[in-house]
């Protein structure tokens, strides 16, 4: 495997579930990120993750609960989600610097919330 | 606060025409970084060029080019006899420099560009 990938790649689930979002990069990165992007709305970055700590969270609903066990790896679990967080959940990572560094991005998970 | 501003939303043309993707930014910072990203149907953001503030050459990679512009705050891109397969979401992104920025990075709205056989 190479680049970063997601899984699943599609999703559907109903309001009460809980389903969990993966992420994995075979870069050495040490940065991870989640990005949300819905129809006709520009990409929102949720939360960051720098060897592991978690450096922004973007005033993200607690209905979305990010991990990041190890450098290589990022979770993103969901539970009573509404309508609303329909959306392409893209995962990115990079290198871990003093800003500028490029992000690299996996093919995403295309959510359906019924 | 760093803005970036993609003015055109959808641009369709007819392939082998030449087109430009705006991108104008907003920034206090004296550096920084801009990004240009492609984004197929399928989802993917793939990644195309990273510019520092202090490199104002412009580029040539293939039948992509970028024009930096520090006087007009400006990073667009000029795709040269187009083709279907370049049919796709085009983004451009700044992020700033400083421990703080680390990670962050401001992207624009993106442009739909639709090349027509």
């Known amino acids: 495997e190479t680049g970063v990938t997601q899984t699943p790649r599609h999703l559907v689930m109903g309001m009460t579930n809980k389903k969990s979002l993966k992420c994995e990069q075979h870069l050495g990165h040490n940065a991870m990120y989640w990005y949300k992007q819905s129809a006709k709305k520009p990409l929102e970055l949720m939360f960051v993750?720098?060897?592991?700590?978690?450096?922004e969270n973007n005033s993200v609903p607690s209905r979305f609960s990010p991990e990041c066990p190890n450098s290589s790896h990022l979770f993103l679990h969901l539970h009573t989600l509404q309508p609303e967080d329909s959306a392409l959940y893209l995962c990115?990572?990079?290198?871990?610097?003093?800003?500028?560094?490029?992000?690299?991005f996996g093919p995403g998970t295309r959510l359906l919330v019924l | 606060a760093q803005k970036v501003t993609q003015a055109q939303t959808e641009i369709s043309v007819v392939e082998k025409e030449d087109v430009t993707l705006d991108c104008v930014y907003e920034?206090?910072?004296?550096?920084?970084?801009l990004f240009w990203y492609k984004q197929p149907p399928s989802g993917e953001l793939v990644f195309l060029i990273r510019?520092?503030?202090?490199?104002?050459q412009n580029e040539i990679s293939g039948r992509y080019s970028w024009n930096f512009q520090k006087s007009t705050s400006s990073f667009n891109f000029t795709i040269t006899a187009s083709q279907v397969v370049d049919s796709a979401v085009y983004f451009c992104?700044?992020?700033?420099?400083?421990?703080?920025?680390?990670?962050?990075?401001?992207f624009g709205d993106g442009t739909t560009l639709t090349v027509k056989p």
């Open positions: 990115a990572s990079s290198q871990t610097g003093a800003g500028g560094e490029t992000q690299y």
């Open positions: 993750y720098n060897f592991k700590e978690q450096t």
């Open positions: 920034t206090r910072d004296t550096t920084y970084y």
């Open positions: 510019r520092n503030s202090f490199d104002e």
């Open positions: 992104a700044l992020s700033e420099a400083g421990d703080t920025n680390a990670g962050k990075s401001t």
